[in-house]
């Protein structure tokens, strides 16, 4: 059996893998699901959280070219580096505006404002850092080429900007940083992959948005629940 990939694009991590394996030009057939219907990105009932994995297995299996993951251990280790950090303060931070802003209303709730402000002090915070610590005077977060590290973040910038967060301003060394991705990557993958989150603001103003079903309101609700 083939490589199936159960993917919804208003996912970071379903995007991530998706542009990775489009670019890499790696056969795989694409089982849409729709996260908002209840649907599952994978069998087992579980989101890609470890889309790491993932992208370092697809990596290998499939032999991709080496800048994506250095096979030269100081340079896989820049990468891992990248990673852990990713964990603890990109992933998990970037993508409560969705949930703020789209998720929490479509079923009826809302965070509280503190929550808000507070998500949006540590998302400030941590493009600072990523300025600071990662991208500094380089072309990309590691080194001179794109790493599986660049898509990682470059995805859950697009949450925030997708809502009209300007992350940018005053930090053009991310901006160019940003550019330079997206060039890499081609414009037509990054429209056709950005494209359900960039249109989030108009279908929630259309009212397209589907509306989940009650069995995912508990999970939901847990999930808003965990926001710092």
């Known amino acids: 059996m083939g490589l199936e990939l159960y993917l919804d694009l208003l996912s970071q991590p379903c995007r991530t893998v998706y542009i990775f394996a489009k670019k890499n030009r790696i056969p795989f057939e694409l089982c849409t699901v729709d996260l908002l219907k209840g649907g599952v990105t994978q069998p087992s009932q579980q989101c890609p959280c470890f889309s790491t994995a993932i992208l370092i297995y697809l990596s290998q299996k499939y032999q991709t070219e080496d800048h994506w993951y250095p096979a030269e251990l100081q340079a896989r280790a820049r990468v891992h580096e990248y990673l852990g950090w990713h964990a603890d303060f990109i992933q998990g931070t970037f993508g409560v505006m969705l949930w703020t802003k789209v998720l929490a209303p479509l079923i009826g709730t809302q965070v509280p404002e503190e929550k808000v402000r507070r998500n949006r002090t540590a998302l400030e915070e ?17 080194g001179q080429q794109v790493t599986l590290a660049d898509i990682m973040v470059l995805e859950e910038m697009m949450q925030p900007i997708a809502l009209g967060l300007d992350l940018y301003e005053g930090r053009q060394q991310l901006a160019s940083w940003h550019r330079r991705v997206e060039t890499f990557l081609g414009a037509e993958l990054c429209e056709e992959a950005h494209g359900p989150i960039m249109t989030i603001l108009e279908q929630m103003a259309c009212k397209t948005i589907p509306i989940p079903p009650p069995e995912a309101h508990p999970p939901m609700l847990k999930r808003l629940a965990r926001i710092p």
């Open 126 to 142: 941590a493009l600072d850092k990523l300025n600071a610590r990662f991208l500094g005077n380089k072309p990309f977060l590691t």
